[in-house]
């Protein structure tokens, strides 16, 4: 079963900024109306559910809903050292989680795709958790999400094609760290990031953001580990930047 769910990402994350605190939370999935469908080749009794637990490890670095899947080993969500999709760019540069999500709903590869909304509104705040069950069918045998770092310019975190645990009641954790997606050069310039990030992190700012990509800013790199955040215009390296991983992601088989 493919259960994929479409936000308006970037006006749920700008409703989110009329709260000027950031208090951490961890929240259950709150699943959205949605379409789902079911491959023929997946019978119910081939599925397999897993209980996915995501942390913001930051001290003020908002991410957007990950969009999480699982898939056989040809899937690749983003790869180091090569161009961003269009996907991960939307999501990286605008909070724009539809084009990516589309893909993995359209791919033969894919056994499940879930957006998972922490909060209401949604960000995932720094301190908090999102807990969500995803399934997996038959050779679906990896797990990948990307989620956008809401206070960059095309900066994202996720994990690419990390192995599912195989037994029941097994556990796996693993670190997710900050990566630039190579698209737009990081200006750190409020007019240059999308609307929310000042109001959600408590800063004060006249620039009205953008949802949208500058190709003035167009970078034509390749994906990296993220340098961080030089404080060299209106991010502040104390508050928005980090240091190790960002993410903690926690994946349970419950059956």
């Known amino acids: 079963m493919r259960r994929t769910f479409l936000l308006p990402v970037v006006a749920l994350l700008a409703a989110a900024a009329c709260n000027d605190t950031m208090e951490p939370e961890t929240a259950e999935l709150q699943l959205e109306p949605a379409f ?10 081939d599925m397999r559910t897993y209980e996915v637990t995501i942390t913001n490890l930051t001290g003020g670095q908002p991410f957007t809903p990950p969009a999480a899947a699982t898939h056989r080993r040809a899937i690749d969500a983003y790869e180091v050292g090569r161009p961003a999709s269009f996907g991960v760019k939307e ?3 605008n909070g724009n989680l539809d084009p990516f999500v ?13 957006v998972a909304v922490a909060g209401d509104p949604p960000p995932l705040f720094p301190g908090a958790s999102v ?11 990896f797990f990948s999400f990307v989620s956008m770092l809401i206070c960059t310019n095309d900066g994202f975190t996720g994990l690419d094609a990390v192995k599912l645990p195989n037994q029941v009641g097994s556990a796996a954790s693993f670190d997710a760290y900050a990566y630039d997606a190579g698209t737009e050069l990081n200006t750190e310039d409020f007019a240059d990031i999308v609307p929310p ?3 959600l992190t408590g800063v004060p700012s006249s620039d009205p953001g953008t949802g949208m990509s500058n190709p003035a800013l167009a970078e034509n790199g390749v994906i990296s580990m ?3 955040i030089t404080g060299d215009d209106d991010l502040i390296a104390g508050l928005h930047g980090w240091s190790g991983p960002v993410a903690r992601v926690t994946i349970e ?3």
């Open 226 to 228: 993220h340098p961080g």
């Open 102 to 114: 589309m893909a993995l709903q359209g791919s033969k590869d894919v056994s499940d795709a879930v």
């Open 253 to 255: 088989r419950l059956d």
């Open 131 to 141: 807990t969500f069950e995803i399934e997996a069918g038959d050779g679906a045998q």
């Open 36 to 45: 789902a469908s079911e491959k023929a080749s997946e019978k119910a009794s």
């Open 197 to 199: 990030c000042p109001v």
């Open 91 to 93: 999501i990286a540069e």
